[in-house]
């Protein structure tokens, strides 16, 4: 079992930056797979970033590469996402989610077994 709570969500001006937290618990979070996800009213929910649980391999979505990283911290239960240059269009709930039941790190949403509750993105113009 994974418990996953994102924080660091808010209202920002367009070109400013956030850095999201999740935090986890369980003891399988170091063997884990980590991703963030994103899901805008009326639209379906979207990968934005992965990170294998060694932390030597990510996968961005192109609409946010060399703007957002995703990072992780193993002896903290941790996984982050910096996110620079923000733009109105990056408005939306963000998700943490885990994917325990495999090595290598997933870009589908179904592949992830557990989810956080997720935190609002508001960008503004």
């Known amino acids: 079992q994974v418990q996953l709570v994102e924080s660091g969500g808010g209202l920002v001006q367009a070109g400013g930056s956030l850095r999201l937290s999740c935090a986890a618990s369980?003891?399988?979070?170091?063997?884990?797979?980590m991703g963030w996800f994103r899901q805008a009213p009326g639209k379906e929910r979207e990968f934005v970033a992965t990170?294998?649980?060694?932390?030597?391999?990510?996968y961005y979505a192109d609409s946010v590469k060399g703007r957002f990283t995703i990072s992780r911290d193993n002896a903290k239960n941790s996984v982050y996402l910096q996110m620079n240059g923000l733009k109105p269009e990056d408005t939306a709930v963000y998700y943490c989610a885990a994917a325990t039941w495999t090595s290598y790190p997933q870009q589908r949403a179904d592949d992830y077994n557990y989810w956080g509750q997720g935190t609002q993105v508001t960008v503004s113009s």
């Open positions: 369980g003891r399988t979070f170091t063997t884990s797979n």
């Open positions: 990170i294998r649980w060694s932390g030597d391999i990510t």
